[in-house]
T-cell receptor
Framework: RKEVEQDPGPFNVPEGATVAFNCTYS??????FFWYRQDCRKEPKLLMS???SGNEDGRFTAQLNRASQYISLLIRDSKLSDSATYLCVVREGNDMRFGAGTRLTVKP | ETGVTQTPRHLVMGMTNKKSLKCEQH?????MYWYKQSAKKPLELMFVYNFKEQTENNSVPSRFSPECPNSSHLFLHLHTLQPEDSALYLC?????????????FGQGTRLTVV
């Protein structure tokens, strides 16, 4: 079983749509959780951390469910510039594990 | 600019060559990482260094040899690579032992083995 699992997509949505990604992790001792964004042929960059109580940053909302060992990312009012691969990241100490990523394409 | 610099950005090498990838960070981080990203595959953690000590070797073949002379520099020495080693090699750094702190990535070295 993969340590961090994501639906690879692709998700193709129109501008303005709401889209949600889920990610499951296998290590219950994992301590920290993040969503990264990776544009084509670029390095991953932090989109947002995921806190136990859930957190929001503009159009982006992240949720964590420790009991079920999954995290989610919700994007509202999608923009063309949101097109990218979204990576779920799980951290235990200094060991950071990445999911395979979910590819999102937002179309006009 | 993320504060993590990798050189070279692109590298083409033959299977008998020896080359090194360099990573440098001046963010004051004590943990540094090498990741490999092959086409259409997830990021694979290769090595982790904490305070210059290697704390993880994720079953990486010996033709990849990391070196961490100090907390700001990380190298990946390459020799007798195979074509399937062609990939994007990413270096990252993070503060050591601090929860909820993310890793910062360099722009990567795109390696092609011919």
């Amino acid at each position: 079983r993969k340590e961090v699992e994501q639906d690879p997509g692709p998700f193709n949505v129109p501008e303005g749509a709401t889209v949600a990604f889920n990610c499951t992790y296998s290590n219950s001792a994992s301590q920290s959780f993040f969503w990264y964004r990776q544009d084509c042929r670029k390095e991953p960059k932090l989109l947002m951390s995921v806190y136990s109580s859930g957190n929001e940053d503009g159009r982006f909302t992240a949720q964590l469910n420790r009991a079920s060992q999954y995290i989610s990312l919700l994007i509202r009012d999608s923009k063309l510039s949101d097109s990218a691969t979204y990576l779920c990241v799980v951290r235990e100490g200094n060991d950071m594990r990445f999911g395979a990523g979910t590819r999102l394409t937002v179309k006009p | 600019e993320t504060g993590v610099t990798q050189t070279p950005r692109h590298l083409v090498m033959g299977m008998t060559n020896k080359k090194s990838l360099k990573c440098e960070q001046h963010l004051g981080h004590n943990a540094m990482y090498w990741y490999k990203q092959s086409a259409k595959k997830p990021l694979e953690l290769m090595f982790v260094y904490n305070f210059k000590e290697q704390t993880e070797n994720n079953s990486v073949p010996s033709r990849f040899s990391p070196e961490c002379p100090n907390s700001s520099h990380l190298f990946l020495h390459l020799h007798t690579l195979q074509p399937e080693d062609s990939a994007l090699y990413l270096c990252a750094s993070s503060p050591f032992g601090t929860e909820n702190t993310e890793a910062f990535f360099g722009q990567g070295t795109r390696l092609t083995v011919v």
